[in-house]
C-alpha cells in the first residue's frame, strides 16, 4: 500500500500555542487529503476534507479557525491547531486519497499525531 | 439506519480458528468498501478492499460482499494473537455533501486468545 508519513508523531504544549502538524504522501500524489481526530476508545471523526490547491471542507461542529488546514502541494497538507486548550489533548490522524487508478478510492493513514495540550 | 454498522463485539476467538467480523450498510453508502486494522494507540492499517459481489481474498483474509442484502464481511482464517485488534469497516460515501469520504462502522474488537 501507499505510504503517508506524520510529523510529529507526539507534541507537548502548554494551553495558548499554536501546533502544526504534517502530512506527507511519500510515494504518490494525494489529490485529497483528510483529518481525523480520535478520543480514547471511540471511533475516528472526520474533521476536514482537503483538496490540492482548495479550500478545505470542514464537518460540522469543527471551527475552521481553530483548525488551519492548508494543502499546497500533491504530496503535503497541514493542519495547525491555533491557541491549543486541554480539550483539544486527542490523536490527529491524516489520510490521503489518489493512488492508482484501481484504488482510487482508498485512503491510506498516516501514523498519526498524539497531541497532549497542558 | 446508520450508514454502516457493525457487529459490536467484543469478539473472542481461540488461536487457529476462524473470526468473522460482519457489516451492513445503508444505500447513502457506494459500493466500494474497506476493513481497516486499528491497533491501541496506531492509526488505521488498510487490510483489505473490495468493489465487487463476492469474494476477495489475500492470504488468511476473505472479504465478501453481497450487494443484494447490503453485506459485507471479513474472514480471518488460522487466526493469530497479533491479530487481536480493533477492525474498522468503512464505506465509500455516494453522494451528496459527503461524496468522496469513508464512512466507517464503530469498530469491532477483536481478541484471538492462545
Known amino acids: 500500500g501507499a505510504v503517508v508519513s506524520q510529523h510529529p508523531s507526539r507534541v507537548i504544549c502548554k494551553s495558548g500555542t499554536s501546533v502544526k502538524i504534517e502530512c506527507r504522501s511519500l510515494?504518490?500524489?494525494?489529490?485529497?487529503m483528510f483529518w481525523y481526530r480520535q478520543f480514547p476508545k471511540q471511533s475516528l471523526m472526520l474533521m476536514a476534507t482537503s483538496n490540492e490547491g482548495s479550500k478545505a471542507t470542514y464537518e460540522q461542529g469543527v471551527e475552521k479557525d481553530k483548525f488551519l488546514i492548508n494543502h499546497a502541494s500533491l504530496t503535503l497538507s497541514t493542519l495547525t491547531v491555533t491557541s491549543a486548550h486541554p480539550e483539544d489533548s486527542s490523536f490527529y490522524i491524516c489520510s490521503a486519497r489518489g493512488g492508482l487508478a484501481e484504488s482510487y478510492n482508498e485512503q491510506f493513514f498516516g501514523p498519526g499525531t498524539r497531541l497532549t495540550v497542558l | 439506519q446508520k450508514e454502516v454498522e457493525q457487529n459490536s463485539g467484543p469478539l473472542s476467538v481461540p488461536e487457529g480458528a476462524i473470526a468473522s467480523l460482519n457489516c451492513t450498510y445503508s444505500d447513502r453508502v457506494s459500493q466500494s468498501f474497506f476493513w481497516y486494522r486499528q491497533y491501541s494507540g496506531k492509526s488505521p492499517e488498510l487490510i483489505m478492499s473490495i468493489y465487487s459481489n463476492g469474494d476477495k481474498e489475500d492470504g488468511r483474509f476473505t472479504a465478501q460482499l453481497n450487494k443484494a442484502s447490503q453485506y459485507v464481511s471479513l474472514l480471518i482464517r488460522d487466526s493469530q494473537p497479533s491479530d487481536s485488534a480493533t477492525y474498522l469497516c468503512a464505506g465509500f460515501s455516494a453522494g451528496g455533501t459527503s461524496y468522496g469520504k469513508l464512512t466507517f462502522g464503530q469498530g469491532t474488537i477483536l481478541t484471538v486468545h492462545p
Open positions: 510515494d504518490f500524489q494525494a489529490t485529497t
